[in-house]
């Protein structure tokens, strides 16, 4: 079972910035993948970015530019880094985990909780 915490979430007014943080614990022998998807009132969920162990990313077109993904690999820990905020960027940010509990075992797929972003005047 893996755990992931997220932090970091609030409310920022338009063309402000927030750092989300996710720390993943629990039975992990190696993360594949990481990242953040949001997903905001009456809308399906969404992919915001993704970053592999090797530090690839990859991100959605209306965040390209104002958002950064990073990941700290000894610490099983995830960031976005979100400048130049708008409205549109509302929603509840979810954080993702790809990991193994061994390395001969199946890849598992395992969520955050959820953390509020609000962006308003």
């Known amino acids: 079972q893996v755990q992931l915490v997220e932090s970091g979430g609030g409310l920022v007014q338009p063309g402000g910035s927030l750092r989300l943080s996710c720390a993943a614990s629990?039975?992990?022998?190696?993360?594949?993948?990481m990242g953040w998807y949001r997903q905001a009132p009456g809308k399906e969920r969404e992919l915001v970015a993704t970053i592999t162990s090797g530090g690839s990313t990859n991100y959605a077109d209306s965040v390209k530019g104002r958002f950064t993904i990073s990941r700290d690999n000894a610490k099983n820990t995830v960031y976005l880094q979100m400048n130049s905020l708008k409205p549109e960027d509302t929603a509840v940010y979810y954080c993702?985990?790809?990991?193994?509990?061994?390395?001969?075992?199946?890849?598992?797929?395992?969520w955050g909780q959820g953390t509020q972003v609000t962006v308003s005047s």
């Open positions: 993702n985990a790809v990991s193994r509990r061994t390395s001969w075992g199946p890849p598992q797929r395992s």
């Open positions: 629990g039975s992990i022998f190696s993360i594949n993948a």
